[in-house]
């Protein structure tokens, strides 16, 4: 019986399983030494130090953190509800997509956190606008507590190259 190694694409989608479980994500990296990591704040719209990277890169993959609606090199969300912070949030997110080699057109996954559901049809409204095309895969949910009070949160992760 002969074993196949896993594919590139298998071997990215298990990476959240291996990050979690310890002693694997060595053994990946020394398994297959060609999918570069490459931890990054180019574009990041925060002001201050934030113990996390604005995305990482993997392979040619490109993981953004969540993003809020805040005013670029502030903490200070964009003033008027949910339209205003979702315009916001992915004018941030297409900054640091373009800071990183990617743009809004390679976009693959995105998850929405939504501090009040029935806002739900306003976000969606602002998002169609900045993916005319085809629409990336995408969960949501209604999360309360979102940092700084902020009525959206999206996290997306896109093609590079």
């Known amino acids: 019986m002969m074993i196949r190694p896993l594919s590139r694409l298998a071997r990215l989608a298990l990476l959240p399983l291996i990050a979690l479980t310890p002693g694997l994500w060595t053994q990946a990296a020394q398994a297959d030494e060609r999918v570069p990591v490459t931890y990054s704040n180019a574009g990041s719209p925060l002001a201050g130090d934030f113990p996390f990277s604005a995305a990482v890169r993997v392979g040619d993959l490109l993981i953004l953190s969540g993003q ?9 969300l964009a003033p008027g509800g949910i339209r205003a912070e979702a315009k916001q949030v ?3 997110i297409r900054h640091i997509l373009e800071a990183n080699g990617s743009s809004m057109d390679r976009v693959v996954k995105c998850t929405a956190m939504i501090a ?6 306003d976000f969606n409204e602002v998002y169609v606008t900045y993916f005319p095309g085809p629409k990336p895969a995408r969960s949501a949910f209604e999360a309360a507590g979102l940092a700084f009070d902020a009525r959206v949160e999206l996290e997306c992760w896109a093609a590079v190259n």
């Open 90 to 92: 992915l004018e941030n």
């Open 68 to 76: 809020l609606g805040n005013l670029p090199g502030t903490t200070t």
């Open 116 to 121: 009040d559901i029935d806002e739900w049809a």
